[in-house]
Structure formats: C-alpha cells, structure tokens
Nanobody
Framework: QVQLVETGGGLVQPGGSLRLSCAASGSIIHIYTMGWYRQAPGKQRELVTTITDDGSTNYADSVKGRFTISRDNPKNTVYLQMNSLKAEDTAVYYC??????????????WGQGTQVTVSS
C-alpha cells in the first residue's frame, strides 16, 4: 500500500506561520510531481502549489510571495512553508502526487488532508 500523510496543520493567528509536511510511503519508485491543494467549507478544492522532480514550481496567485513549496526526494517528502497567513487561508490542505509504483504509474494520488485554521 502507498499513502501520503500530511502533518503540521493547526490553529494560528493572522500573520503567523505554519509548515506542512507530506511524506509518501510504500513501494514508490519515483515521484514526478507533488503538490498542495486546499478546500475550504462550501468551496471547490483548489490548487495551491506544485513542484516537479526537477524543482520547477507553480503557485496560485493568492499565495505567491507568502507560501513556498520544497521537496526532499530521498525522503519522498514535500513541504509547504506558509507565512503571513490570512483568515482566507483556512482550509483542509491536501497533498497530491504523481508517482511510479512497481509495474504501475499513478496520477493524482491524494493524502487524507490536514486542517489549517487562521483565526484571532
């Protein structure tokens, strides 16, 4: 079995920071792209940021300049550093990955999500 496990969520005040981690485990040969998505109550799940295996990144306009994605390939882990958090960043944050498993590629594998709440 392969799984993505997100950690690091919690309650922070506006202007604060959090760092999320997503560790992929199982019989993984390679992870091509990892990304973070978020879903607030009553809203569609939206792309936050992605990073490829060669380090190329993309960010949603709403988080540019505040969030930074990075990855540690030997650990099959992706991170999301979130600074200057706003109330509108409140959401469940999900990790997503495109991976090559033994004998089968997987596109769009999801983690279980971690709650981020920004409130004073």
């Amino acid at each position: 079995q392969v799984q993505l496990v997100e950690t690091g969520g919690g309650l922070v005040q506006p202007g604060g920071s959090l760092r999320l981690s997503c560790a992929a485990s199982g019989s993984i040969i390679h992870i091509y792209t990892m990304g973070w998505y978020r879903q607030a109550p009553g809203k569609q799940r939206e792309l936050v940021t992605t990073i490829t295996d060669d380090g190329s990144t993309n960010y949603a306009d709403s988080v540019k300049g505040r969030f930074t994605i990075s990855r540690d390939n030997p650990k099959n882990t992706v991170y999301l550093q979130m600074n200057s958090l706003k109330a509108e960043d409140t959401a469940v944050y999900y990790c997503n990955a495109d991976m090559w498993l033994p004998g089968r590629p997987i596109k769009g594998y999801w983690g279980q999500g971690t709650q981020v709440t920004v409130s004073s």
